[in-house]
């Protein structure tokens, strides 16, 4: 089965390719995209589920194939999940700073998030901001998920330095089936 997901917007490639592999017991399905984001977010998804991907290069086009009924699961584990909305906390520099002081207390706590979720301006903290990069990366070191949202990213013309691109699929996923949402 092909499934052409080629100029589709955030999320669609993913809920197509979710519903066609839902209309299968096993067997190949071949996604084909034509921007980075979507390739990332298809693999993501896909992997997720337990679900073996190769890619193939065609061109502007990337092919993606995904097998289902020939692997074993992979059960995701949920814990608590930071939602971070924008780079501040307020506005301004107060703002920023308060941030910061929230992320690298955060650092310092006994148990951390599963997951921490970037969202719209929150994508800098991922991108461009070198101290919030820093505690990020040490985060990830430590075992916490680093997500920022593919859209916004493009959106922003931003490049990630830290931590994984989200789409929404992704991220309603993590929020439905977290211990518990902190949204900032």
């Not at 890619?55 to 584990?77: A, M, P, V």
């Not at 308060?98 to 991922?126: D, Y």
């Not at 505690?135 to 830290?162: D, W």
């Amino acid at each position: 089965m092909k499934i052409d997901c080629t100029n589709l917007p955030c999320p669609e490639p993913v809920i197509k390719t979710k519903k066609a592999l839902e209309s299968i017991d096993e067997g190949v399905i071949d996604v084909i995209v034509n921007s980075d984001i979507s390739k990332q977010n298809v693999i993501k998804f896909a992997s997720s589920q337990g679900f073996s991907v190769s890619e193939e290069k065609d061109g502007k086009k990337t092919i993606l194939s995904i097998s289902k009924g020939f692997t074993c699961e992979i059960k995701q584990e949920f814990g608590k999940v930071l939602f971070l909305k924008d780079d501040k906390i307020g506005k301004g520099k107060l703002g920023k700073q308060l941030m910061i002081g929230l992320l690298s207390s955060i650092l310092e706590q006994e148990k951390l998030p599963k997951t921490i979720i970037c969202v719209n301006k929150a994508v800098f903290l991922s991108t461009k901001n070198k101290d919030a990069i820093k505690i990020l990366k040490t985060l990830s070191e430590k075992g916490v998920q680093i997500h920022s949202c593919g859209a916004c990213l493009e959106h922003f013309n931003l490049k990630l330095k830290v931590g994984e691109v989200a789409n929404a699929y992704f991220v309603a996923q993590n929020l439905m089936q977290s211990e518990g949402v902190i949204s900032l």
